[in-house]
């Protein structure tokens, strides 16, 4: 298992760097800039801007510089916020994000999970139909649709919750920003579930078990139920980089200050070394999570070895 380990972390810096350099290139030859205003700047103003952040430099030289200092975890001063640095910025918005996405992750899987199996064993029935349907539609309606309808609805029109803000981490405050980031979510472990609950509970093995007399919870939760997990776990690992990073969408319709935020923000204003450090973050995120799925795949099936 250390050496699977071991081998995965080797092969995931090769990753890291592919992803760093397409976005740095990606970010620097996209037109427009970070100094491009309705007012243009005089020249010596903007050749003093591009002498204090290298931009006057070649553009393969900038790469090494930024390489040489990501490795130190420098990933450069903002361009908004002037008196912090990107790894300060990241530092202080990730705690936002992960507390948010982990109970929105946990929401949408323990409740995908739920519906998935009940849709399993009632199949083709009027329970299944029912939740397949809402699993549909929250898969379909994006969340910059769904954020404003629920705010419209339960905090303009039923006063029952803030329309946004963090609110020191209330719960009150967090419950329209956690909703709507947990139901496509949800709605895609349940689709997942079903699926693969349905073909576990028709192999052989399950039929044997049923033959020994087994309760049928004991059937379904202790046997089919592993196996059926294999492919929610393997959706699992970007589903988690992406809710414990932070929702662009979601944080900037609640106002919670998250990485989401800053990246949405650095993106509009050509932040540069902003966007760069986000999209390290999300990266290393999935790299990350992809390593833990591998790992849960051999403690959910048997036949899965880590050689």
Known sequence: MLNFIFRRLMSAIPTLFVVITISFF???????????????????????????????????????????NALRGDFGPSFIYKDNTVAELIAQALPYSIQVGSIALGLALVGGVILGTIA???????????????????????????GPVLT???????????????????????????????????????????????????TDHIRTVRAYGLPSRVVVFTHALRGAMLPVVSYLAP??????????????????????????????????PLVMATVVLVAVFVIVFNLLVDIAYGLLDPRVRHD
């Open 26 to 68: 990606l970010m620097r030859v996209a037109p427009g800039g970070p100094f491009d205003l309705e007012r243009p700047l005089p020249p010596q103003t903007m050749e003093l801007l591009a002498k204090t952040y290298q931009f006057d430099q070649p553009l393969w030289k900038q790469y090494i510089t930024y390489i040489g």
């Open 120 to 146: 399993a064993l009632r199949q083709n029935g009027a329970i299944d139909f029912a939740l397949m349907t809402f699993a549909t539609v929250g898969m379909t309606i994006p969340n910059f649709v769904m």
């Open 152 to 202: 419209l609805i339960f905090a303009l029109i039923l006063a029952w919750l803030p329309a946004g803000g963090w609110g020191n981490g209330s719960p009150y405050y967090l419950v329209l920003p956690i909703t709507v980031l947990a139901l496509p979510q949800l709605a895609v472990f349940a689709r997942l579930t079903r699926g693969s609950m349905i073909e576990a509970l028709h």
């Open 239 to 272: 589903a988690a980089a992406a809710l414990l990073t932070g929702s662009a969408v979601v944080e900037s319709i609640f106002t919670i200050p998250g990485v989401g935020r800053f990246f949405v923000l650095g993106a509009l204003n050509r932040d540069y």
